[in-house]
């Protein structure tokens, strides 16, 4: 379908308050089911033994003694799984991900797992398969990677229209723009041009992945999992294991967190497979250790930035190029940093290069807004300097440039009506921008964009008997999205946010729906709960003329219940929701709606957020004093939510900023996969997250809605740099801004100066 | 895996001195644990020690204070006395871990764990602490930096358990502090570390002080050259930089992915200042 | 495999039940006494999310031997909350919205009250030191250090008034 154009300016009577949320009293008691809650009478356990090398030729595995081993139940290789993927090489990608097949191609990838009567005698099973590695030169950098003489990760793989005899590592080169860039920069008075580097990051989901699976012998299954789409997974799973979709039951389970990382199978398929050769449920959860070297974590990068600009302030000229690295395995990850590097500015002159790179790391999945971050890490960091050359203030000089209704986006499409220039008045005027700041205190800004998508989705709204609500939806309530659908159908229906039960439902229960990524929980199932109450109330409508007997079009919905309009009817009192539930069995039945769409014009989403930090100039350690976040969400449903999507993405962002990062070793491994040593920021490093909620309607979604859940990770890395830059006079240029990298750049700028002021005493 | 929680500690170094394949002592569990879920190793027994009544005493006898090797660091943090006489022992004890963790870790784990970054283990050497240790042939004690050789391995025989961790008494005029420095505010493994422990003599002059460092040499080490900055002084800014650079001396840290020699070496310098500040305030020096 | 039985309290119930030694207090709580409350996020004590107290004693389940409880008194999420009445944390955690995912909830809780029983009202420093060994990904700590503040001033409240009924009686 086109994008749907139905929005109105009109009066919300639940629409942007705050009610508790439905699993609210699941999840405080412990009652609420995650992937690893659920067990079924003869499970096994289920491990996975994965490569302790980055790159190596998978010679033979002996799983002999481990089969015999009492009580385990099966052992699964690569030859278990055979390829039925008929050439689609993407499927493949995924097969070969889950289990190794000739070559182990990272640090952590499956070569064999095991089922077995418990823990214990699984963990015993792991040791007795022997596997006969010949290791391979390894590449874990993305510049390395590029160069001529890197190690190959992928032999198949060339340059998508490059030259086809030449093995690389590049798999994909993604140009946009328009104008001409030569000729910007030929116009600008000042050019700035710089080069950035950030490492890989995790989601850091705190539940591991987990599943529940069974499959029988009849190629019947069930799957309960951890995922943000039940639904991708039964395709999936059904398409590696030779299975028919329907008969692969997929339950999302409570999710313990996501931001992209459970859009993937990483063990799911190897699950059912370890289930259909016992014939017997197995469960498998990972490890953390298994979660930070096996699932897909976030690129590192390289990026370089130019810009130049003319006396006026105007950016007359932009361009970035833009080094992702994908793991394993080809993705769009370059591709997206060069989508998203500038499309917060009007520009007439821009070009954005990504670069889609393979290391020997874990397939790389999206993150949150995935690859904008480190785009905007560079983008937004060489607008600063710009506009210090220019002589004006980050702000103005980013207001002045910003997009606006009517742009041409760097990445193509024109802008509907936007929300970066209203983030850009609001920081504007913000009393964060005017607070002192002290010694070792620095304040920095940045902007943020994500496109935001809809997608395939579907939903079903049943009334009760007693006039309450059955909504059932397929997009998993990764953050409280029950809460918000509740609150839309409730508003829609005009009935109390209490009468309505939101589930999210299996996949045999309903339809297909997209996975919840792209930030469209709230945004497409929204626009389909919408229909599907418009289409209840239709059936309403008609069941009250029936009972009055008259034309169904003298029928009106109003505040929960049929009015009859006009005066003929003036004598007939109106009938509720819960009057014309309660007559539905004598009425013709069951009354419902429904909604199948693909929910497009997703609109898109800006952010600017405000960073004051103060960092030790003896240790190079920098503490977060003050974080504001300014984000436009076109409408806020439950704000409690939208608020909380603002303040996990910035803290997200800040986490990646200052300290987390993937450590490999000269040897190709992981060496920190742990919480210990991955950092993820904890309750004492921070303070209160401010947010500000704009709303300019998104015109393409009947109630102005527009994703949340993304953007908010986008500006930290930028804003963080920025501050840290201000506060220390020295421009920070690599990601995480861990201690040691702040305080050699402090000491390099030192000894630079006093060269200089040698010099000049000289 | 046989688990044996015993009532004495002469049942437990039998236990320890006669066991077959890999045996462990169980005092807070927060590092075997650990290494026991990631397979680092695979324990054929383990012996709680925790059931063992005079693990659990915190004693004050005429010569100092007397731990036993259960007491968790955050019942350390609550025991006035030694809060008074030894804060920074205290202080360092608490850095470790998380609440959860401070429930659980022990100083004497702490120091058998052998890790050059374990953070009482400054602490105690600056303040001079010595272990008892039970074992077949009885009990001895030792200064607490002769019980980590290397990183994991310590100077113990099989059977040998340290029982407890004795601190002296307290001379008037005295303090200590610790510091160490972590990326986040909490929950990290020390990067390096500084302990100082000094006593003034008159018109606040150093009399005494012994100065160590943690996670910059295979083993926290002790720093002579440190102390000798100190003495004498009245930590006037002079005597400051020597100490600075005495630590500096004295480091022979690793590049791993918790930091680099160079931080490491600068940074055990800074804190090594800022420690020596706070000892000298809480000696009552101005 | 050598069992070792247990005889311990698990929220005020006597329980037995038979672990390999190695087993952790957490496996023990989730596979062994169905109560699956507390989560395994990290199995290294680094997130706190298998919180419980032993003996009032707040610690990481996963890094607490089953063998260990023998005899002891254990209490998890699942014995927080009165019969209905939900503890006053609870229900500020839900007001407050200080939860998206909710995996890191019940270890908060438990966190947050161990805080409580020993400092009734801890200032946000207090509060954000005491919640450092919970990690939470979705929220940024925002929401649940106010919920932990309301739910003491709701248990400061109740103390009053519980207070002046006895002087009352």
Same mark, same amino acid.
């Given at each position: 379908?086109?994008?749907?154009?139905?929005?109105?300016?009109?009066?919300?009577?639940?629409?942007?308050?705050?009610?508790?949320?439905?699993?609210?009293?699941?999840?405080?008691?412990?009652?609420?089911?995650?992937?690893?809650?659920?067990?079924?009478?003869?499970?096994?356990?289920?491990?996975?033994?994965?490569?302790?090398?980055?790159?190596?030729?998978?010679?033979?595995?002996?799983?002999?003694?481990?089969?015999?081993?009492?009580?385990?139940?099966?052992?699964?290789?690569?030859?278990?799984?055979?390829?039925?993927?008929?050439?689609?090489?993407?499927?493949?990608?995924?097969?070969?991900?889950?289990?190794?097949?000739?070559?182990?191609?990272?640090?952590?990838?499956?070569?064999?797992?095991?089922?077995?009567?418990?823990?214990?005698?699984?963990?015993?099973?792991?040791?007795?398969?022997?596997?006969?590695?010949?290791?391979?030169?390894?590449?874990?950098?993305?510049?390395?990677?590029?160069?001529?003489?890197?190690?190959?990760?992928?032999?198949?793989?060339?340059?998508?229209?490059?030259?086809?005899?030449?093995?690389?590592?590049?798999?994909?080169?993604?140009?946009?723009?328009?104008?001409?860039?030569?000729?910007?920069?030929?116009?600008?008075?000042?050019?700035?041009?710089?080069?950035?580097?950030?490492?890989?990051?995790?989601?850091?989901?705190?539940?591991?992945?987990?599943?529940?699976?069974?499959?029988?012998?009849?190629?019947?299954? /069930?799957?309960?999992?951890?995922?943000?789409?039940?639904?991708?997974?039964?395709?999936?799973?059904?398409?590696?294991?030779?299975?028919?979709?329907?008969?692969?039951?997929?339950?999302?389970?409570?999710?313990?967190?996501?931001?992209?990382?459970?859009?993937?199978?990483?063990?799911?398929?190897?699950?059912?497979?370890?289930?259909?050769?016992?014939?017997?449920?197995?469960?498998?959860?990972?490890?953390?250790?298994?979660?930070?070297?096996?699932?897909?974590?976030?690129?590192?990068?390289?990026?370089?930035?130019?810009?130049?600009?003319?006396?006026?302030?105007?950016?007359?000229?932009?361009?970035?190029?833009?080094?992702?690295?994908?793991?394993?395995?080809?993705?769009?990850?370059?591709?997206?940093?060069?989508?998203?590097?500038?499309?917060?500015?009007?520009?007439?002159?821009?070009?954005?290069?990504?670069?889609?790179?393979?290391?020997?790391?874990?397939?790389?999945?999206?993150?949150?807004?995935?690859?904008?971050?480190?785009?905007?890490?560079?983008?937004?960091?060489?607008?600063?300097?710009?506009?210090?050359?220019?002589?004006?203030?980050?702000?103005?000089?980013?207001?002045?440039?910003?997009?606006?209704?009517?742009?041409?986006?760097?990445?193509?499409?024109?802008?509907?009506?936007?929300?970066?220039?209203?983030?850009?008045?609001?920081?504007?005027?913000?009393?964060?921008?005017?607070?002192?700041?002290?010694?070792?205190?620095?304040?920095?800004?940045?902007?943020?964009?994500?496109?935001?998508?809809?997608?395939?989705?579907?939903?079903?709204?049943?009334?009760?008997?007693?006039?309450?609500?059955?909504?059932?939806?397929?997009?998993?309530?990764?953050?409280?999205?029950?809460?918000?659908?509740?609150?839309?159908?409730? /508003?829609?229906?005009?009935?109390?946010?209490?009468?309505?039960?939101?589930?999210?439902?299996?996949?045999?229960?309903?339809?297909?729906?997209?996975?919840?990524?792209?930030?469209?929980?709230?945004?497409?199932?929204?626009?389909?709960?919408?229909?599907?109450?418009?289409?209840?109330?239709?059936?309403?409508?008609?069941?009250?003329?029936?009972?009055?007997?008259?034309?169904?079009?003298?029928?009106?919905?109003?505040?929960?219940?049929?009015?009859?309009?006009?005066?003929?009817?003036?004598?007939?009192?109106?009938?509720?929701?819960?009057?014309?539930?309660?007559?539905?069995?004598?009425?013709?039945?069951?009354?419902?709606?429904?909604?199948?769409?693909?929910?497009?014009?997703?609109?898109?989403?800006?952010?600017?957020?405000?960073?004051?930090?103060?960092?030790?100039?003896?240790?190079?350690?920098?503490?977060?004093?003050?974080?504001?976040? &300014?984000?436009?969400?076109?409408?806020?449903?439950?704000?409690?939510?939208?608020?909380?999507?603002?303040?996990?993405?910035?803290?997200?962002?800040?986490?990646?900023?200052?300290?987390?990062?993937?450590?490999?070793?000269?040897?190709?491994?992981?060496?920190?996969?742990?919480?210990?040593?991955?950092?993820?920021?904890?309750?004492?490093?921070?303070?209160?997250?401010?947010?500000?909620?704009?709303?300019?309607?998104?015109?393409?979604?009947?109630?102005?809605?527009?994703?949340?859940?993304?953007?908010?990770?986008?500006?930290?890395?930028?804003?963080?740099?920025?501050?840290?830059?201000?506060?220390?006079?020295?421009?920070?240029?690599?990601?995480?801004?861990?201690?040691?990298?702040?305080?050699?750049?402090?000491?390099?700028?030192?000894? /630079?100066?006093?060269?200089?002021?040698? &010099?000049?005493?000289? | 895996?046989?688990?044996?929680?015993?009532?004495?500690?002469?049942?437990?170094?039998?236990?320890?001195?006669?066991?077959?394949?890999?045996?462990?002592?169980?005092?807070?569990?927060?590092?075997?644990?650990?290494?026991?879920?990631?397979?680092?190793?695979?324990?054929?027994?383990?012996?709680?020690?925790?059931?063992?009544?005079?693990?659990?005493?915190?004693?004050?006898?005429?010569?100092?204070?007397?731990?036993?090797?259960?007491?968790?660091?955050?019942?350390?943090?609550?025991?006035?006395?030694?809060?008074?006489?030894?804060?920074?022992?205290?202080?360092?004890?608490?850095?470790?871990?998380?609440?959860?963790?401070?429930?659980?870790?022990?100083?004497?784990?702490?120091?058998?764990?052998?890790?050059?970054?374990?953070?009482?283990?400054?602490?105690?050497?600056?303040?001079?602490?010595?272990?008892?240790?039970?074992?077949?042939?009885?009990?001895?004690?030792?200064?607490?930096?002769?019980?980590?050789?290397?990183?994991?391995?310590?100077?113990?025989?099989?059977?040998?358990?340290?029982?407890?961790?004795?601190?002296?008494?307290?001379?008037?005029?005295?303090?200590?502090?610790?510091?160490?420095?972590?990326?986040?505010?909490?929950?990290?493994?020390?990067?390096?570390?500084?302990?100082?422990?000094?006593?003034?003599?008159?018109?606040? &002059?150093?009399?005494?002080?012994?100065?160590?460092?943690?996670?910059?040499?295979?083993?926290?080490?002790?720093?002579?050259?440190?102390?000798?900055?100190?003495?004498?002084?009245?930590?006037?800014?002079?005597?400051?930089?020597?100490?600075?650079?005495?630590?500096?001396?004295?480091?022979?840290?690793?590049?791993?992915?918790?930091?680099?020699?160079?931080?490491?070496? /600068?940074?055990?310098?800074?804190?090594?200042?800022?420690?020596?500040?706070?000892?000298?305030?809480?000696?009552?020096?101005? | 495999?050598?069992?070792?039985?247990?005889?311990?309290?698990?929220?005020?119930?006597?329980?037995?039940?038979?672990?390999?030694?190695?087993?952790?207090?957490?496996?023990?709580?989730?596979?062994?006494?169905?109560?699956?409350?507390?989560?395994?996020?990290?199995?290294?004590?680094?997130?706190?999310?298998?919180?419980?107290?032993?003996?009032?004693?707040?610690?990481?389940?996963?890094?607490?031997?089953?063998?260990?409880?023998?005899?002891?008194?254990?209490?998890?999420?699942?014995?927080?909350?009165?019969?209905?009445?939900?503890?006053?944390?609870?229900?500020?955690?839900?007001?407050?919205?200080?939860?998206?995912?909710?995996?890191?909830?019940?270890?908060?809780?438990?966190?947050?009250?161990?805080?409580?029983?020993?400092?009734?009202?801890?200032?946000?420093?207090?509060?954000?030191?005491?919640?450092?060994?919970?990690?939470?990904?979705?929220?940024?700590?925002?929401?649940?250090?106010?919920?932990?503040?309301?739910?003491?001033?709701?248990?400061?409240?109740?103390?009053?008034?519980?207070?002046?009924?006895?002087?009352?009686?």
């Amino acid at each position: 379908m086109t994008s749907d154009t139905s929005y109105t300016d009109q009066e919300f009577s639940l629409i942007g308050t705050r009610p508790i949320r439905p699993d609210g009293v699941d999840k405080v008691t412990g009652r609420a089911r995650y992937g690893a809650d659920a067990s079924a009478p003869g499970q096994l356990v289920g491990l996975i033994l994965r490569s302790p090398h980055a790159h190596a030729k998978i010679k033979s595995i002996d799983t002999a003694k481990a089969e015999k081993l009492a009580g385990v139940k099966a052992v699964l290789t690569a030859a278990d799984l055979p390829d039925l993927t008929n050439g689609n090489r993407a499927s493949y990608d995924v097969l070969e991900n889950c289990m190794a097949r000739d070559r182990a191609l990272y640090d952590g990838h499956a070569v064999a797992a095991v089922a077995a009567i418990d823990e214990v005698t699984a963990r015993k099973a792991l040791k007795l398969i022997k596997v006969s590695y010949k290791k391979l030169p390894h590449v874990t950098d993305v510049d390395e990677a590029m160069k001529d003489n890197a190690p190959i990760v992928q032999p198949h793989v060339r340059t998508a229209g490059g030259d086809p005899d030449k093995q690389t590592n590049i798999a994909q080169v993604s140009t946009f723009g328009h104008g001409d860039v030569e000729a910007g920069f030929a116009k600008a008075d000042y050019i700035v041009e710089e080069s950035f580097k950030t490492e890989q990051t995790h989601q850091g989901y705190i539940e591991p992945h987990a599943c529940l699976a069974t499959l029988g012998p009849d190629g019947q299954g /069930e799957l309960w999992v951890t995922t943000q789409g039940h639904y991708t997974f039964r395709n999936v799973c059904a398409e590696l294991l030779g299975l028919e979709v329907a008969k692969l039951k997929v339950t999302s389970s409570e999710i313990g967190g996501g931001f992209g990382g459970k859009t993937h199978v990483w063990m799911e398929p190897v699950a059912l497979a370890l289930s259909r050769k016992a014939n017997r449920p197995v469960k498998l959860v990972m490890s953390r250790e298994e979660v930070f070297r096996a699932s897909g974590p976030t690129s590192s990068t390289s990026v370089d930035v130019k810009l130049g600009a003319t006396r006026d302030g105007r950016i007359v000229a932009a361009t970035a190029t833009l080094r992702y690295q994908d793991g394993a395995f080809p993705g769009i990850w370059g591709m997206l940093g060069a989508m998203t590097s500038f499309a917060c500015y009007d520009l007439e002159n821009v070009k954005s290069v990504g670069y889609d790179v393979l290391v020997n790391r874990p397939k790389v999945a999206a993150y949150r807004a995935p690859s904008a971050p480190m785009a905007a890490f560079g983008v937004e960091s060489c607008v600063d300097l710009l506009a210090a050359k220019v002589g004006m203030d980050p702000v103005d000089f980013r207001l002045l440039n910003a997009a606006k209704e009517g742009t041409k986006a760097s990445y193509g499409p024109p802008y509907g009506p936007i929300g970066i220039g209203p983030t850009l008045e609001t920081v504007k005027k913000h009393p964060h921008m005017r607070a002192r700041l002290g010694k070792n205190q620095g304040r920095g800004m940045a902007c943020g964009f994500w496109f935001n998508f809809g997608g395939q989705t579907c939903c079903d709204l049943n009334i009760g008997v007693d006039g309450t609500v059955n909504l059932t939806v397929g997009t998993v309530d990764v953050g409280g999205s029950r809460a918000s659908l509740s609150l839309i159908a409730a /508003e829609e229906l005009g009935i109390p946010y209490e009468s309505v039960k939101c589930t999210i439902g299996d996949t045999a229960s309903l339809g297909h729906n997209d996975t919840t990524e792209g930030s469209r929980g709230t945004f497409s199932s929204g626009m389909a709960t919408i229909f599907a109450a418009r289409n209840a109330i239709e059936e309403l409508k008609a069941r009250a003329a029936q009972t009055w007997e008259i034309n169904a079009k003298h029928v009106e919905w109003e505040n929960g219940q049929a009015i009859a309009k006009g005066i003929e009817h003036s004598n007939l009192g109106p009938l509720t929701l819960e009057e014309l539930a309660r007559k539905s069995p004598t009425t013709g039945g069951p009354i419902a709606g429904h909604n199948e769409v693909v929910a497009d014009g997703a609109g898109v989403s800006f952010a600017s957020h405000i960073c004051d930090v103060e960092v030790d100039p003896e240790t190079g350690s920098t503490k977060v004093l003050r974080y504001t976040v &300014v984000q436009d969400a076109g409408k806020a449903i439950h704000p409690d939510y939208v608020e909380g999507q603002f303040q996990g993405g910035a803290v997200q962002g800040i986490g990646w900023a200052l300290n987390e990062e993937y450590i490999y070793g000269k040897d190709g491994r992981l060496q920190n996969p742990g919480f210990l040593d991955y950092r993820i920021p904890v309750c004492s490093d921070l303070p209160f997250i401010d947010t500000e909620i704009l709303e300019i309607p998104n015109p393409n979604h009947p109630y102005g809605i527009r994703g949340v859940g993304e953007t908010s990770i986008v500006p930290p890395l930028a804003a963080i740099a920025n501050a840290v830059s201000n506060a220390v006079g020295v421009r920070m240029r690599h990601i995480p801004m861990s201690p040691p990298r702040v305080l050699k750049a402090i000491k390099e700028a030192q000894m /630079e100066e006093e060269a200089q002021q040698q &010099v000049s005493a000289g | 895996m046989n688990y044996e929680a015993p009532a004495t500690m002469k049942e437990a170094s039998k236990l320890m001195a006669k066991a077959k394949g890999e045996a462990y002592l169980l005092a807070g569990g927060t590092d075997l644990l650990v290494r026991m879920k990631s397979g680092m190793v695979e324990p054929d027994l383990v012996v709680d020690i925790k059931r063992i009544p005079a693990t659990q005493e915190i004693k004050k006898t005429s010569n100092g204070y007397v731990i036993g090797a259960g007491v968790a660091c955050a019942t350390l943090g609550r025991h006035k006395g030694l809060l008074k006489d030894w804060p920074g022992v205290v202080e360092a004890a608490n850095l470790i871990g998380s609440d959860q963790i401070q429930g659980r870790c022990t100083m004497v784990g702490n120091l058998c764990n052998a890790s050059p970054a374990a953070d009482s283990v400054p602490a105690m050497v600056a303040a001079r602490a010595k272990a008892v240790i039970v074992g077949p042939k009885g009990r001895r004690t030792l200064p607490v930096e002769k019980v980590v050789t290397g990183p994991g391995s310590t100077s113990l025989k099989k059977g040998e358990i340290v029982e407890a961790i004795k601190l002296p008494k307290r001379e008037s005029r005295s303090g200590d502090a610790y510091l160490r420095f972590v990326p986040r505010t909490e929950m990290d493994i020390a990067v390096c570390s500084a302990g100082v422990n000094l006593t003034l003599g008159p018109k606040g &002059v150093i009399k005494q002080a012994r100065v160590s460092l943690g996670a910059v040499a295979p083993t926290v080490v002790l720093v002579p050259a440190a102390a000798r900055a100190l003495t004498g002084s009245k930590l006037d800014d002079k005597a400051l930089d020597k100490l600075a650079a005495a630590c500096e001396a004295a480091c022979s840290p690793i590049d791993d992915k918790r930091g680099t020699v160079e931080f490491r070496t /600068e940074v055990a310098g800074v804190l090594a200042r800022r420690a020596a500040k706070i000892a000298y305030e809480r000696a009552g020096g101005k | 495999m050598t069992g070792v039985h247990v005889s311990t309290t698990v929220n005020g119930d006597a329980v037995e039940f038979v672990c390999p030694g190695s087993e952790s207090l957490l496996d023990v709580l989730r596979n062994r006494l169905g109560l699956t409350g507390a989560k395994e996020g990290c199995g290294t004590g680094d997130c706190g999310a298998c919180s419980v107290t032993v003996d009032g004693q707040l610690v990481c389940s996963c890094l607490v031997l089953g063998a260990e409880v023998e005899g002891r008194e254990v209490t998890t999420v699942e014995g927080m909350a009165r019969g209905d009445e939900l503890h006053p944390l609870q229900r500020q955690f839900i007001e407050n919205a200080a939860l998206q995912c909710g995996i890191c909830t019940p270890g908060f809780l438990v966190a947050a009250k161990a805080l409580l029983d020993r400092n009734p009202s801890p200032n946000e420093e207090e509060i954000r030191y005491a919640l450092a060994g919970n990690l939470c990904r979705c929220t940024g700590y925002d929401k649940i250090v106010r919920a932990v503040n309301a739910a003491a001033k709701d248990l400061a409240r109740e103390a009053k008034r519980s207070g002046k009924k006895r002087k009352r009686a």
